[in-house]
């Protein structure tokens, strides 16, 4: 239960910062929220036993990592200029 309640309010923190700074946007919650994400999954470990949800909570941050990679990918070619891209 700590778990979710950290991501919870990491998730709501962020946002609110977000829409105080006004710079709300999918990407800024999505990198803020994997970060948080890590963050929580690394500050409620437990030591002896890992119980069989946090052995599945492996694969959503793989899908969050592959996304932000992808979220790069998408920066980095809307930054290079037209003549360096094959296509």
């Known amino acids: ?11 709501l923190g962020t946002t609110l910062v977000l829409v105080l700074l006004d710079a709300l ?20 470990a437990p030591v002896s036993v890992s119980p069989a949800w946090r052995r599945r909570l492996r694969w959503l941050i793989g899908l969050g ?13 809307e930054i290079l200029p037209p003549e360096v891209l094959p296509w």
């Open 1 to 11: 239960m700590r778990f979710v309640t950290g991501t919870l309010a990491w998730l």
């Open 25 to 44: 946007s999918y990407e800024l919650v999505f990198v803020c929220g994997l970060i948080g994400l890590l963050v929580v999954t690394e500050l409620t």
């Open 65 to 77: 990592l592959f996304g932000f990679a992808v979220m790069v990918a998408k920066r980095i070619v």
